[in-house]
DNA sequence: CGTTTAATTGATCACTATCAACCGTCGTGG
DNA sequence: CCACGACGGTTGATAGTGATCAATTAAACG
């Protein structure tokens, strides 16, 4: 009997593995879609691909041909200039879409790399654009979420640009309180899944000015740090900080 | 006879503002489009509109509807947080496109200011989408498009987090006078359009240390600049200066 | 366990912000 | 026509933030 049911799906990975069982599936690319165009979303997605731990999801170079969607797991972008210039670009987790700086080169422009065992849904972007034209939701769907990462990178600018040390620290924290909060997690206690040298980088500060904000942030009180785990015991204050760069340059 | 041809574009702006005749149709969404498909474009972009200098393109809030392409001209924009803090994101120039930003939220998320008077091609994003079912081409070279301003964005990130003020100033010069070549202007003569001010905001530097530096680069004989005229005499020099700091963190 | 990698803490230094004064240009109105 | 103010830009003196250098501790891993 079960045999049958194979039969039936020859080509297709698992049930369990489909966007329409993906708990991610409402943040996702497939956001919005019916049962039908879900179906053919999925009918694309062939493969479900294993990331483990510090193993590279795609290289700066490399024939730009997927997007990838994570399922499981986080990763991190690693941009890296002409002489060698490295930067965190982005920390990305389970529903988010990675790839997009690819599609103007056709070759990705950064590094991948996965921070945990990871799993990501891998997505044919030829097949993608050719199923935009017979979904307009999804379409639309994609561009938002092209244009997210847009001014998600406008945001960590004015965040590099403008605020100090203690406030972008306080920026990246929210951050990803919001985002975990959004996953059905707590927004008061996670876990930090990069190192501290690669919260700096991201966030244009060194590891030892990581170190010391995050045990400054202890000693008042607004957070509890034990190596990678994060209390967060005064959320406002958090954003407090973030926007207080601002009202003091308002004032004068 | 000039009737005759003229009842026969009804709808139609004047022959010399069609795409097929702009100068920058080459770098500008028509890129590589035939005949047939580019008045498909054009039949959807039915305003030109002037913007002058110190007005506003779009505000912050605005309801999304148009993508701008700029047809003369030169923008900035400025990108302001829940708090007030302002930042220069970007400067645009003549066959940019302008707006990507919006179309996440439905809403603008940044002011558009002319920096000189210009003039954009006005092109309403629904009909653009609707294009794509039929013009593959096109639908392409917008995700390109977009994604080369992911990694546009990008570079300024790894620029304010890793650079030096005299590198980051640098690699702004090296810019413009590689866009400024792309279009078919002088690569090591060209007038800046922006204040120092909004230089520095850009570069998230003072007004001080963009005079500073400009007077330095002068002093080293690597330019001339007289008000907002500059003239590159080195522009090797520069650019050796933008990877410098790149080969210094590797050789340690 | 021994070795490597990550993180903490302290002392010092340098870059660039900040504060302040001044100059030149432009536009406006007395 | 000149006076005035507004604005953009330059230059100098000083100070603060976070980088750098260095030593030590803690955690991870084979």
Avoid at 70 to 99: C, N, P, S, W
Avoid at 151 to 161: A, D, H
Avoid at 165 to 183: G, I, K, M, P, W
Wanted: aromatic share 8%.
């Amino acid at each position: 009997m079960s045999g049958q049911i194979i039969a039936l799906q020859p080509n297709l990975h698992a049930l369990r593995d489909r966007c329409a069982n993906c708990s991610m599936h409402e943040l996702c690319l497939p956001m919005g879609l019916d049962n039908d165009e879900l179906q053919r979303l999925d009918g694309i997605i062939k493969k479900r691909r294993r990331v483990l731990k510090n193993d590279y999801l795609y290289r700066m170079g490399d024939k730009f041909q997927n997007l990838y969607a994570i399922r499981v797991g986080h990763f991190k972008t690693v941009y890296t200039d002409a002489a060698g210039t490295e930067q965190v670009t982005g920390f990305q987790m389970a529903g988010e879409l990675l790839g997009f700086d690819a599609i103007s080169s056709d070759q990705h422009q950064c590094n991948s790399i996965a921070l945990e065992d990871s799993e990501v849904c891998e997505v044919p972007f030829d097949r993608l654009e050719e199923l935009f034209r017979d979904i307009p939701g999804l379409q639309r769907h994609f561009h938002r979420m092209m244009s997210q990462e847009i001014t998600r990178e406008q945001s960590i600018m004015l965040l590099l640009g403008n605020m100090r040390a203690e406030q972008r620290l306080a920026a990246f924290l929210v951050n990803l309180s919001t985002r975990y909060s959004q996953r059905g997690y707590s927004a008061h206690a996670f876990q930090l899944r990069m190192t501290r040298e690669e919260i700096g980088s991201y966030l244009g500060l060194t590891i030892e000015s990581i170190s010391r904000l995050l045990t400054r942030f202890k000693k008042n009180g607004w957070l509890n740090v034990e190596s990678k785990e994060i209390q967060i015991n005064d959320l406002p204050k958090l954003k407090t900080l973030v926007t207080a760069s601002a009202a003091e340059s308002l004032s004068r």
